[in-house]
């Protein structure tokens, strides 16, 4: 159980603590991916449903893993359009998955809220894999995860998060989850990408990508959403590598053993260089493997939450110290 | 034809003439027939008069709103001629101006004088029709304009969409400047609105949905000033909802431009964060903006730089305001519960007083639409609305007359009781519950 909760829609309503209690899960469930025989039967007899309402290959590959992984009996379903042009509403899909008796949905949408919308009119545990603009916790959760292992610790560290920040929800999840467990983040990008208000966040706004980057720890090089832009916004790419893409010159104003992220899919020679992608100083596949373990831990405490003996069944004992975490807003 | 009415013992409120005084109002033959003792002797000894006891109520003109959606023709499962004045007759409000935006939209002669027989057929409150700027309301080509009015429409208005080609709206202005109507602005820049769902600020950045800009309403109603200026006419602006947009009408109105403005309930008493959860029930256009907005309107409706107080009234189905919010419709239904929401946001805290709030929803709205209206003086149609101005009442939309039940006040308790509403000397409504009357 992730606090007493049921579901996991964002970083914003976690505490630190709650963060912590699925960052040290994960770590247990990264081990277990280095087995032999990767597989562990915390899920055995759960059904999850991967529902993806916009197109995605590597978030939904890695929760399709991580459940099998656990063993969980998994559907997926994704549809390039929206709901609506399906002809079926939000609330008719929430009564479809009751009806089909399935313990977690895991859903993609292109509206922000509209994890929420599932999670108030469901009794399944609903996992956000991304909504609008709004959050993507996993990712989130994946990224610290990355930068915890990577740097011993999360408080005190600068981190950098370049590009887009409006239409990214994984700024969003990044800065919430950051600012929780102590880091100091600075953003830049665009002045036609910094949403309205955005300092509110506690972050720092800087005024170029070099003053952002500048003794930074990390780097997190967000992904120039293509589809999202209007013409406005930027005048080309061409412009927007020039005077934001992080390259290996820039990134010697960061720490000498920075770390460099990337959400993934990469725009190489747009956000980030050719180099910097590839560099000593990447981690970006990291990312990759460290998401299929944060979202097993996600999955098994969301789903662990009504059988504590079968999930005691799980090699991940030491995990479930975080059942006796503080909670922020019981359910119910 | 019904009998007389008299209306015993209450506060009678006829801000138009300065009057605050408690007595007996007399209805006849569809007009207010005297005040007390100054009804004529003949209709006080009448048998046949209808005595309805109305002390510890305010007594005032019936309510006009100058902004509604009625969706008829062609949108009947939100809403009708019939429920849609029902709901106005539940309100209070006596008389309603509906949009044009309907399917098809109020663009010729037929599409009003349909309006106005259905209105008459069905109607539980006086009907007004604004016809379209625009053919289609798509924003390239005058309608007949001198026709439509001719047919019985009281104003033109592209509402649901702005009049965005400038030198149309010249036109219209010139068009119109004679006539004594009012071009109704529904002031919105679409390239700033962009595919923005709510106000842009904080809640917007923090929840992930696209914004819309203050400015996207306020750079409209500067070029609308200015157009106004340049050509004599005179223009309406629709449910003002941002500080720069009362800001721009003060300084119009200072510099003599014949220029006005209304808001609706909503922006008075909610700001941007009533869509934290994504309620689809907290979604129109223009959004909720932010407390100061909130504030500056406040100071806008107190000041009289807001001419009147409307609602916006805009029914959709349950099916279409549920579910994300960015798919769901903009709009929220306003009649039953506006004169509640006023009270609360005005006259509670001391910004208006009751009689100056009453102003604004009777001969306020009336002048805007270059009619006369909104008193009770002696010859005047007998519109009355009977209210109990404290007295609490919870919002149920399970309860509403209208068919649109998308209301972000479910569950508040409102003053503003109305009791009693009647048009032309008819009941249009009255409470079911003789004894809230005493």
């Known amino acids: 159980m992730i606090g007493n909760r049921k579901d996991l829609l964002g970083l914003e309503e976690l505490s630190a603590e709650e963060i912590i209690s699925i960052l040290d899960t994960a770590r247990t469930f990264r081990e277990v991916l280095d087995r032999p025989i990767p597989k562990v039967p915390s899920l055995r007899g759960r059904t999850v449903a991967n529902i993806f309402f916009e197109p995605s290959t590597r978030t939904r590959l890695s929760f399709e893993l991580a459940e099998k992984r656990l063993s969980a009996d998994t559907v997926s379903f994704q549809t390039s359009g929206s709901s609506v042009s399906k002809g079926e509403t939000l609330r008719d899909t929430a009564r479809n998955i009751e009806a089909m008796g399935i313990h977690i949905v895991v859903i993609r949408h292109h509206a922000s809220g509209a994890p929420h919308y599932l999670a108030r009119h469901l009794d399944a545990g609903v996992i956000n894999a991304g909504d609008g603009a709004h959050e993507h916790p996993t990712q989130g959760l994946l990224d610290i995860f990355t930068i915890r292992e990577r740097r011993g610790r999360v408080a005190g560290l600068k981190v950098a998060i370049l590009g887009d920040v409006m239409h990214s929800r994984v700024a969003r999840s990044n800065i919430w989850g950051l600012i929780k467990l102590g880091a100091s983040v600075t953003i830049a990008g665009p002045p036609?990408?910094?949403?309205?208000?955005?300092?509110?966040?506690?972050?720092?706004?800087?005024?170029?990508?070099?003053?952002?980057?500048?003794?930074?720890?990390?780097?997190?090089?967000?992904?120039?959403?293509?589809?999202?832009?209007?013409?406005?916004?930027?005048?080309?790419?061409?412009?927007?590598?020039?005077?934001?893409?992080v390259t290996r010159e820039r990134l010697r104003l960061a720490k000498s053993d920075v770390t460099v992220m990337h959400p993934g899919p990469m725009n190489r020679g747009v956000e980030i260089a050719q180099d910097v992608a590839d560099g000593e100083h990447s981690v970006i596949l990291e990312q990759v493997t460290n998401g299929v373990a944060v979202r097993m831990a996600v999955l098994y405490l969301l789903a662990g939450r009504d059988t504590p003996a079968e999930a005691a069944e799980t090699p991940t004992v030491e995990a479930k110290k975080s059942h006796d975490e503080p909670t922020l807003s019981p359910r119910g | 034809m019904t009998s007389p009415l008299c209306l015993r013992g209450g506060r009678i409120l006829d801000p138009a003439r300065g009057i605050d005084r408690s007595q007996d109002l007399w209805l006849d033959q569809g007009r207010v027939a005297g005040w007390g003792e100054d009804a004529p002797a003949a209709l006080r000894s009448r048998p046949d008069v209808e005595v309805i006891d109305v002390r510890g109520a305010v007594v005032c003109p019936g309510l006009v709103d100058i902004h509604v959606h009625l969706r008829e023709p062609g949108q009947e499962d939100r809403e009708t001629i019939e429920t849609g004045t029902l709901a106005a007759a539940r309100g209070g409000f006596t008389a309603v101006a509906c949009m044009p935006n309907t399917d098809p939209p109020l663009d010729e002669r037929p599409r009003i004088e349909y309006v106005v027989r259905r209105a008459r057929e069905a109607g539980h409150a006086r009907v007004f029709p604004i016809a379209a700027v625009t053919r289609g309301q798509l924003g390239e080509q005058l309608t007949e304009i001198q026709d439509l009015i001719e047919a019985g429409a009281v104003a033109i208005s592209d509402d649901g969409k702005p009049v965005r080609n400038a030198e149309i709206m010249r036109r219209a202005l010139e068009l119109t400047r004679d006539l004594g109507v009012p071009v109704i602005q529904h002031a919105e820049d679409p390239d700033l609105k962009g595919s923005g769902v709510?106000?842009?600020?904080?809640?917007?950045?923090?929840?992930?949905?696209?914004?819309?800009?203050?400015?996207?309403?306020?750079?409209?109603?500067?070029?609308?000033?200015?157009?106004?200026?340049?050509?004599?006419?005179?223009?309406?602006?629709?449910?003002?909802?941002?500080?720069?947009?009362?800001?721009?009408?003060?300084?119009?109105?200072?510099?003599?431009?014949?220029?006005?403005?209304?808001?609706?309930?909503?922006?008075?008493?909610?700001?941007?964060?009533?869509?934290?959860?994504?309620?689809?029930?907290?979604?129109?256009?223009?959004?909720?903006?932010?407390?100061?907005?909130?504030?500056?309107?406040?100071?806008?409706?107190?000041?009289?730089?807001?001419?009147?107080?409307?609602t916006d009234h805009a029914p959709h189905t349950e099916i279409d305001k549920d579910g994300d919010f960015d798919s769901a419709p903009f709009g929220i239904v306003g009649l039953e519960t506006a004169l509640g929401l006023y009270i609360k946001a005005l006259v509670e805290p001391k910004h208006l007083t009751l009689p100056e709030l009453i102003l604004r929803m009777t001969a306020k709205p009336y002048e805007v639409l270059g009619r006369r209206g909104g008193t009770l003086e002696p010859g005047a149609d007998a519109d009355v609305t009977v209210f109990h101005p404290s007295e609490p009442w919870t919002v149920r939309a399970s309860e509403f007359k209208s068919k649109g039940r998308n209301t972000p006040f479910e569950g508040w308790q409102l003053p503003g009781r109305v009791l009693l509403t009647i048009v032309g000397g008819r009941i249009a409504y009255r409470e079911a519950a003789e004894a809230a009357l005493r």
């Not at chain 1, 170029?208 to 930027?234: H, P, T, W």
């Not at chain 2, 100071?299 to 001419?307: K, N």
Request: proline share 4%.
């Open chain 1, 192 to 245: 036609t990408m910094m949403p309205a208000e955005v300092e509110r966040f506690g972050v720092a706004v800087a005024k170029s990508v070099e003053a952002a980057i500048e003794g930074a720890d990390v780097v997190n090089i967000l992904r120039i959403q293509l589809e999202r832009q209007r013409g406005s916004l930027y005048p080309s790419l061409r412009e927007y590598a020039r005077v934001y893409g």
């Open chain 2, 198 to 310: 709510m106000h842009e600020g904080w809640v917007s950045t923090r929840i992930g949905l696209a914004g819309i800009p203050d400015v996207a309403e306020s750079v409209m109603v500067a070029r609308d000033a200015l157009l106004a200026e340049m050509t004599g006419g005179r223009v309406h602006i629709a449910h003002v909802s941002a500080a720069r947009s009362v800001d721009i009408l003060r300084k119009a109105k200072a510099r003599g431009i014949r220029i006005t403005g209304e808001t609706a309930p909503h922006y008075l008493v909610l700001t941007d964060e009533a869509v934290e959860t994504y309620d689809p029930r907290a979604k129109m256009n223009p959004p909720l903006r932010s407390a100061r907005d909130r504030d500056a309107l406040i100071e806008g409706v107190a000041d009289g730089t807001l001419d009147c107080l409307a």
